[in-house]
């Protein structure tokens, strides 16, 4: 038996996903172990359930679909993820959702039974492929805790600094790791994170000012000064001209 | 009461458009024969006659055609009449150079006097006649622009609904028929003819065809306040101007947000205003979220349309709520 869980904001919508999924119970046993009507609320909830599948609504609040499955792509048994939309032909392609498996609303039967069949032998998305369509950057990062994923806000990161094969994630509050390369999330957060050494981005808008390190073994060079977290990062001289923009132009 | 009874003022011609060029080479040629053919005794006559005054005419035409091509910007911006006396001037100025190089020798003056006349007779007729063209025209491009701005309901509104519909056939048959019948009536008018003013009696019918589809859909997410106790029932409107006001605020203020949303429209009449009033949250993150701006500039085109610069419409944010105003003439089928 399939474990499915339904994540889309609108009740009817949901109701008649599962009346469909009653109607193919001969043919495709299925059990609908878990349903949300947020974004966040998916994200939260699914990895109790176990869902073996999940149907996701592409536009939610809270959270768009697509960013619920990449956060949902870190667990360990993570589910096969079916889109669900109701815009036409020529959204899905601005979503770039072709590449993934996707139904549009309102949704037949036949093709539901097809969708089911095909995510579950073919298992969860590929990151790769699910970070191509979303057309723009994340509003979280998460961090897989046994069987929860812990969300942390985008904007609440103060920096993120590569250590070995991970990466640290400082807020104000806590610090976490997560296994993801810095030159890609360099790329996506180019707009919120400035580089400042090899190794670290740092929130454009914590950066308060510099002070200048003494020398010691290393040469002589600068730190940054971040709002809300005590640590010292070095800048490096090749980023340099570019981190002191920042706070000219503040 | 259409449309057609906007008209936009007159324009001058554009000088630098091919068809422009050729009606105005072919109207004063066919001016010039009939000219000459009124008053030669036969055909060979009235030949011979006109190749003497093509002579003349062609080149003089010819070097006020490229006079005006090389001016047309200036005299676009100029207000009609100033424009059109600078094309007669034009062509005047024109005249007198070719009759000063072509008259024989001492009949210069009497000869001028005949030849501008006649040059200000042909440009006067000329403008007259694309004068009128433009006018026979314009209607029509207002009417394609009209077209081409029809209301239009996101498909997305649809399917969803359609969707919604499908979930309530087994539960709820009574409820499922209602909700067919409100989208038949919606895309009823969607689909019509939307030229003409429509009492705001109906726009109100239509609106709240409109609200039961999304409350089916969004169940007690949506929450919409009336304020309509003095609205002007009778007022005429263009059809399908408040629909897309409630659909924004739903799609931007109501759908993006996970909690309840509450949307307000109020209507009312202030004078010989008819003033509209829709409130709804105002979802920062959405804030990007497409098709606001079109859908604002498309009924601010269609009121421009309707009423010229009668109606406006605007939007503000204040206190986290995303407010737009629209106003309009107060006008009804009696006056």
Redesign the interface.
């Known amino acids: 038996m399939l474990s499915i869980f339904i994540a889309d904001?609108?009740?009817?919508?949901r109701?008649?996903l599962k009346?469909l999924l009653g109607d193919l119970a001969a043919e495709l046993p299925t059990q609908v172990v878990g349903e949300a009507?947020?974004g966040?609320e998916a994200v939260e909830r699914l990895p109790q359930s176990g869902a073996q599948v999940l149907l996701l609504d592409v536009?939610m609040?809270?959270m768009r679909g697509l960013e619920v499955a990449r956060h949902l792509g870190g667990l360990e048994r993570a589910p096969a993820v079916v889109f669900v939309t109701?815009?036409?032909r020529h959204?899905v392609e601005a979503f770039e959702l072709n590449a993934l498996d996707y139904l549009?609303?309102?949704?037949r039967a036949e093709r539901l039974a097809a969708a089911l069949r095909k995510a579950s032998a073919g298992g969860p998305p590929a990151g790769e492929r699910l970070a191509q369509a979303a057309a723009r950057a994340r509003?979280y990062l998460s961090v897989v805790e046994r069987r929860r994923i812990v969300l942390v806000p985008v904007r609440d990161i103060v920096y993120l600094r590569a250590e070995m094969k991970y990466v640290t994630l400082r807020t104000r509050a806590a610090e976490h790791l997560i296994e993801e390369p810095l030159v890609a999330l360099e790329r996506e957060f180019a707009e919120v994170f400035v580089r400042v050494h090899r190794s670290c981005l740092v929130a454009r808008a914590a950066v308060r000012g510099f002070e200048r390190a003494a020398g010691g073994e290393d040469e002589a060079h600068w730190n940054v000064v971040l709002d809300g977290v005590p640590e010292r990062l070095p800048v490096s001289r090749r980023q340099w001209a570019e981190v002191r923009a920042l706070v000219k132009e503040g | 009461m259409s449309i057609k009874q906007n008209f936009t003022g007159d324009a001058l011609p554009d000088f630098r458009n091919l068809g422009v060029v050729a009606r105005i080479l072919l109207g004063t040629n066919a001016l010039a024969f009939a000219a000459v053919l009124a008053t030669a005794p036969g055909w060979a006559a009235a030949m011979e006659r006109f190749m003497l005054l093509a002579a003349a005419l062609e080149p003089g035409l010819a070097v006020a055609l490229a006079a005006l091509y090389a001016v047309s910007p200036s005299l676009a911006r100029l207000p009609y009449w100033q424009g059109g006396a600078a094309v007669v001037g034009i062509a005047l100025a024109v005249g007198a150079v070719v009759h000063s190089a072509i008259a024989p020798a001492g009949e210069f003056l009497p000869g001028l006097a005949r030849t501008l006349v006649l040059t200000a007779l042909a440009a006067l007729l000329n403008l007259a006649y694309l004068r009128l063209l433009a006018r026979a025209y314009s209607p029509a491009l207002a009417e394609a622009r009209l077209q081409a701005l029809q209301s239009r309901i996101r498909p997305h509104f649809l399917f969803n609904s359609l969707n919604a519909v499908l979930s309530l056939i087994r539960r709820d048959p009574r409820r499922a028929e209602r909700a067919l019948e409100d989208l038949a009536d919606l895309f009823r008018v969607l689909m019509q003819d939307n030229r003409s003013f429509v009492p705001l009696a109906d726009e109100l019918a239509l609106l709240e065809r409109y609200a039961a589809l999304e409350a089916l859909r969004l169940g007690e997410r949506l929450v919409i306040e009336w304020d309509r106790d003095s609205a002007p029932l009778d007022a005429l409107m263009p059809p399908m101007v408040l629909q897309p006001l409630l659909e924004n605020a739903v799609y931007h203020g109501v759908e993006p947000g996970a909690g309840q949303g509450r949307v307000r429209v109020r209507i009312e009449r202030r004078g010989g205003r008819v003033h509209v009033r829709v409130e709804n949250p105002y979802i920062e993150e959405h804030a990007h979220r497409a098709g606001n701006r079109m859908a604002l500039e498309n009924i601010r085109e269609r009121l421009q349309l309707f009423f010229d610069a009668e109606a406006a419409i605007q939007m503000h944010i204040a206190d986290g709520r995303y407010i737009v105003d629209m106003e309009m003439p107060y006008r009804t089928a009696q006056a």
């Open positions: 904001d609108e009740t009817p919508a109701e008649r009346e009507q947020t966040l536009e609040p809270g109701a815009h036409d959204a549009m609303k309102p949704v509003e």
